[in-house]
């Protein structure tokens, strides 16, 4: 089975920086799709990037141009890269894989905390 193991997650201040990693076993994420989703206390789990086994990444409107994913695949982990940081990034962020062989199954990590706060 797969597992996600996320790390990264901190306390920073706003204008920060953070770079989130997750790393996968049981399952390749360069033959799949891969991602991060989050969620702040009181809203929707909301998707932030994607990428998929070609390599085309797409982000949420709110995170363009500070936020980049990316993948190792010699380390089969993708990372987050998080620039700019404002309050409002505020959340658990998750990451996922979406395999559709041999039946459609998403895995998800156990999610890593990231506080914007001055």
């Known amino acids: 089975q797969g597992r996600l193991v996320e790390s990264g997650g901190d306390l920073v201040q706003p204008g920060g920086s953070l770079r989130l990693s997750c790393a996968a076993s049981g399952v390749i994420f360069s033959e799949n799709t891969g991602g991060w989703y989050r969620q702040a206390p009181g809203k929707q789990r909301e998707m932030v990037a994607t990428?998929?086994?070609?390599?085309?990444?797409n982000y949420a409107a709110s995170v363009k141009g500070r936020f980049t994913i990316s993948r190792d695949n010699a380390k089969n982990t993708v990372y987050l890269q998080m620039n700019s940081l404002e309050p409002e990034d505020t959340a658990v962020y998750y990451c996922?894989?979406?395999?559709?062989?041999?039946?459609?199954?998403?895995?998800w990590g156990q999610g890593t905390q990231v506080t914007v706060s001055s």
């Open positions: 990428i998929t086994r070609g390599g085309n990444t």
């Open positions: 996922i894989v979406r395999a559709p062989l041999p039946a459609l199954t998403q895995y």
